[in-house]
Every structure is written in C-alpha cells, then in structure tokens.
C-alpha cells in the first residue's frame, strides 16, 4: 500500500524555465511532509519542508504547495538550473511519530 | 554541521555471507534510521531505533536485524545475504519530538550480493 505517490518517474525542462514536481498522498493522519534532493552516489538532502496547517512554502527558488482537500503537494522550482538535475523525493509524517514514508521518487533532468 | 557516516561506500558480498553495515552520526540525534533506495520503489525503511537498545520494524525487516549499543551507532545486519538484497542502503537520524522532522542522510553503501 503506497501511502505517498510520485505518479511520474522522470520530467524534464528547460534552463530558466519552471519545474514543477508532484506527489499525491491516502493517509490522513499525515501532518507534515518533507522534499529531498539526491544526486547518485550521494545521500538525500533535505530541501523543503511544509506544515499542514499551512498551504505555501517558499525558499528561494524552491515553492511547495499543499493542497489538503486533494490530499496533493507540489514542488516548484523556478528557474530551473542544471545542477537542479536530481532525483527529488517527496516524504510525509504521520502525527505522532519521527519516521518518514517517502514516495518513489522523480528524476527531474534540466536541459541548458 | 550534521554528519552521518557510513563504513563503507561500496560491498560486494556472497550469498550466506553475514553482512554488517555500519552507521555513526555526530550530532547526538536520538532517531536513527536504515532504508534501502530501489529503482522505481523510493526508500523503503527497513528498521528504525528511537534510543540506545530500542528498535522498531519498519516496512521491510524480513532478513535484517540491526543494533544500537551506542547512541551514536546503528548498524544494520543481513544475517545470510541473498541476491535479492543487493541494493542502496542508506543511513538516516533525526532528532525526537522537536517539530522539525528533517532526516540526516549518510551518503549511502551500495551492496551487491553474488
């Protein structure tokens, strides 16, 4: 039972342009949900985090939506560079504990 | 700065063989985690421990065990490595009940069993 879904293995996008990643969830007793970054060969990173009881997240270049109702959370990453060029996983939080279910991930490729 | 480190970066095992990875953070981090990253299944946990000597299964334990004597040590243990346990294996830790959930990452072990 895939708790947290990235329907879409690869998306690739222009340099400069917007790259938006998405990822749907089933449990409702998610409270918090996280994205990280990862290069080959490297662990994740932590990039982005966003609370339930918000809607919006911004850092930088790097925007996450979260859409409760849809149960759905999107990351926007505008502009688009390069070195952006990762796999990016979205993961989710159930309230009360520390463990993380993660999704199967989303190989973004920007194209200078 | 957190650090996680892992013992090795690249294993290659043969089946039955007795596995030991090994994962040591810094930042005295109560929670720490071990998953393994497959191709179109994202990280899976595969055990988790919230203390010294405490542990949890997470999705996928079958075939594992792991330890924590230490509070800085994890290790995760294939107690007769098979073929279908060849994989990423990654070590995470976080801290407890902050209101920041953020996961540390080691920069993995990439284990091939023969």
């Known amino acids: 039972d895939q708790q947290v879904k990235q329907n879409s293995p690869s998306l690739s996008v222009q340099e400069g342009r917007i790259s938006i990643l998405n990822c749907d969830y089933t449990?409702?007793?998610?409270?918090?949900f996280l994205w990280y970054k990862k290069y080959p060969a490297e662990g994740p990173t932590f990039l982005i985090s966003?609370?339930?009881?918000?809607d919006k997240n911004e850092d930088g270049r790097f925007t996450v939506f979260l859409n409760k109702s849809a149960k759905h959370l999107s990351l926007h990453i505008v502009p688009s560079q390069p070195g952006d060029s990762a796999v990016y996983f979205c993961?989710?939080?159930?309230?009360?504990?520390?463990?993380?279910?993660f999704g199967e991930g989303t190989q973004l490729t920007v194209n200078p | 700065d957190v650090k996680v480190t892992q013992s090795s970066r690249y294993l290659v095992k043969r089946t039955g063989e007795k596995v030991f990875l090994e994962c040591v953070q810094d930042m005295d981090h109560e929670n720490m985690f071990w998953y393994r990253q497959d191709p179109g299944l994202g990280l899976r946990l595969i055990y988790f421990?919230?203390?010294?000597?405490?542990?949890e299964k997470g999705d996928i334990p079958e075939g594992y065990s792991v330890s924590r004597e230490k509070k800085e040590r994890f290790s995760l243990i294939l107690e007769s490595a098979s073929t279908n346990q060849t994989s990423m294996y990654l070590c995470?830790?976080?801290?407890?009940?902050?209101?920041?959930?953020?996961?540390?990452f080691g920069p993995g072990t990439r284990l091939t069993v023969t």
């Open positions: 995470a830790s976080s801290l407890s009940w902050t209101g920041i959930y953020e996961q540390y």
């Open positions: 449990n409702s007793m998610f409270d918090y």
């Open positions: 966003i609370s339930s009881i918000k």
């Open positions: 993961a989710a939080r159930s309230l009360g504990g520390s463990r993380l279910t």
């Open positions: 421990s919230y203390d010294v000597k405490m542990k």
